[in-house]
């Protein structure tokens, strides 16, 4: 770098004063209203499963797997990232977020064909959070089996 | 033959003569600021095709072959076409340009690549090497969504410094002669890769300032020009972002060019009305801006002499998950326009 | 009345959490794969401690929709697993309490990507 350019902590400094901050006070908010209307809704569909009669355990299985299909028509529909765009994490977070991260590389390498396209990439963005999720299951369950032998 | 002046500063002795330029768009394009400017649209993106990598091929295949008939010219008449893309393998350009079956030589600068295709495409012509030469390049949205970041129906979080991805294409063809008013180019400036230590992806006008602002220092002290000899500076796709930080660059050595300075990213899109973040970028961005605003208004007289530094963040997906900081590039084209026979230079 | 005040506390609890998250990308350099991530782990840590459980009484889907919920709903299984079948159970657990909403997005998802096409931008 030439004699005039800033030293890069420096240009760090410049970067950041220049690029301005995220909308906390308007995306948290957002995040708050929109993951909570998912988990009411969830609720909801909850508390109907209930009345109909299945166990809890059932109950909530179904609560996911309606919510994971809901998710899955709305982002097929292409509304799915214009409601992430206001909402944040507030669609991230919940588990249509997580039906969110495996649809849409589904629909995307489609192109590349169904099974090294669309086969493949399933799990593209949602991989880490099921191997994550297994893993630290395992580790848990281990000591859990450890300490009640 | 051009001469060298400093480092890589080249003095064109024949300047090389534009003589034709065509741009193709797609949707959001066609509705910002620029979009009557366009040879072609495509509202849906696609342009008939079933991918968008096909779509991507196929928009730089049509913006080449208009500018082609524009200037009169037939495909076998090209002696060398410069062309790239932000694809791997440069998919828009190699599998795009085939039908022509013009000597190809590819090449790769990101968002940088309008500016080093026309430099070389200058070189070849100036130097005899090409009576006709054509550059060109091309960038898609949703192609380079699905290569650099996510799925496009994915619900990714843009922070505010994120620039949006041009669709578009620019083509412009070079030729040894020209009848007059034409533009010439005069003067071309190949930049150093600068990388000021920026790791976020997202932030690339801040990755790409530092080039633009050391290529235009350098090429002012080389050609022996200062800000005040050009009509207009225009840069692609710093943002907003970027623009701010190439200010204070270049305040650091007195240069000001705020009053003649101008962004193509900033030109391309409407950002009040238009959801881009900071502003536009892509190899199409610039081009697209340069064949719809700047070589269109200097041939209706509007502007003199203009200088096009086309940056370009030089950026691996592969790279960024390892950590490794974005090296940024910067390349400078200066366009003269010569009203009536022989100027001097 | 029960109804929707099952509602109201699920809304409250899981947006609380959805707010969490928000504040961490925008006040965090972590990103959004790494906080998804850390959610599901700390629900594994948290379900498995039994703090989590609480949180499922009172808020129903407001604690079990987030993805900490995933990974409660994970540790529970491994833990019943562990009971019933002993060291196979650690291996078998998570998977199977994860089951119904891991093939649903697997099923939807493959039948989505027949269906739709994603739209350009």
């Known amino acids: ?51 109909a009669g299945l166990s809890p ?44 991260a495996v649809v849409s590389p589904a629909l995307e390498f489609r192109p590349e064909g169904m099974v090294l396209g669309t086969g493949s990439r399933l799990f593209a ?6 191997a994550y999720g297994l893993a630290a299951s395992w580790i848990y369950g281990f000591i859990f089996w450890l300490l009640n032998r | ?15 090389p003569v534009i003589r034709s330029f065509a741009a193709a768009g797609g949707g959001k394009e066609g509705e910002g600021p620029l979009g009557e400017r366009f040879d072609l649209l495509s509202p849906d993106n696609l342009y008939g095709a ?7 091929m196929k928009m730089q295949r049509l913006a080449l072959k208009t500018a082609l008939n524009k200037g009169g010219l037939r495909k076998g008449d090209l002696n060398i076409l410069f062309a790239g893309d932000l694809l791997n393998q440069c998919t828009g350009s190699s599998y795009g340009l085939r039908p022509f079956m013009a000597p190809y030589l590819g090449v790769y600068g990101a968002c940088s690549t309008m500016a080093e295709t026309l430099l070389l495409a200058s070189v070849f012509v100036d130097g005899g090497l090409a009576k006709a030469a054509g550059a060109s390049t091309s960038s898609h949205f949703c192609s380079a969504e699905r290569q650099y970041r996510y799925p496009l129906e994915y619900g990714s979080l843009r922070p505010p410094t994120a620039q949006w991805t041009a669709t578009a294409a620019g083509a412009v063809i070079l030729t040894a002669e020209g009848d007059c008013p034409r533009i010439e180019v005069r003067h071309a400036c190949a930049g150093i890769i600068e990388d000021p230590g920026v790791k976020d992806a997202n932030n690339m006008g801040a990755a790409m300032a530092p080039a633009a602002a050391c290529l235009l220092r350098r090429y002012f002290r080389e050609s022996a ?9 225009f840069t692609g796709d710093l943002g907003t972002v970027g623009s701010a930080l190439l200010y204070q660059l270049l305040a650091r050595d007195r240069l000001d060019i705020s009053g003649m300075h101008d962004d193509c990213g900033l030109l391309l899109f409407d950002r009040a009305r238009q959801d881009v973040h900071a502003g536009g970028s892509g190899a199409g961005c610039s081009a697209a801006v340069l064949c719809c605003h700047i070589l269109p208004e200097m041939l209706a007289g509007r502007y003199e002499d203009v200088l096009f530094i086309a940056t370009g963040a030089l950026l691996s997906p592969t790279m960024v998950q390892q950590g490794e900081s974005i090296p940024g590039i910067a390349h400078l084209v200066h366009f003269h326009l010569a009203r009536s026979g022989k100027e001097g230079a | 009345m029960a109804f929707f005040q099952a ?23 972590l990103t959004p794969a790494r906080i998804l991530v850390s959610y599901v782990v700390a629900g594994v840590a948290l379900g498995g401690s039994g703090v989590y459980q609480p949180l499922l009484d009172f808020a129903g889907a407001g604690a079990s929709v987030p993805l900490t919920g995933f990974g ?41 990507a027949v269906v739709f096409k994603p739209k350009s931008k």
Request: with cysteine; glycine share 12%; charged share 15%.
């Open chain 3, 72 to 112: 409660a709903l994970l540790a529970r299984g491994v833990r019943q697993a562990v009971a019933e079948h002993g060291l196979t159970g650690v291996f078998s657990g998570g998977l199977t309490a994860a089951a119904a909403g891991v093939t649903a997005a697997v099923v939807f998802g493959l039948i989505a």
């Open chain 1, 1 to 51: 770098m030439e004699k005039h350019m800033p030293k890069p902590d420096e240009y760090a400094r410049m970067v950041k004063a220049a690029s301005g901050r995220s909308k906390g006070w308007k995306n948290i908010p957002l995040a708050f209203l929109v993951g909570g209307a998912v988990c009411a809704a969830g609720e909801g569909l909850r508390q109907l499963y209930l009345s």
């Open chain 1, 57 to 100: 355990d059932w109950a909530g299985a179904m609560v996911s797997v309606s919510l994971i299909a809901a998710s899955a028509l709305l982002t097929g529909l292409g509304v799915y990232d214009d409601i992430a765009k206001a909402g944040g994490a507030g669609a991230l977070v919940p588990i249509t977020g997580f039906a969110n």
């Open chain 1, 125 to 130: 963005i949602a991989g880490p959070v099921i």
């Open chain 2, 50 to 56: 079933d991918s968008w990598e096909q779509a991507e």
């Open chain 2, 1 to 15: 033959m051009a001469k060298l002046l400093g480092r890589s500063t080249y003095i064109f002795d024949r300047p």
């Open chain 2, 225 to 233: 020009t200062a800000p005040q000899d050009y009509s207009r500076i």
């Open chain 3, 7 to 29: 509602l109201i506390k699920a809304f409250l609890v899981g947006g609380a959490l959805c707010a969490v998250g928000q504040a961490l990308i925008d006040y965090t350099k």
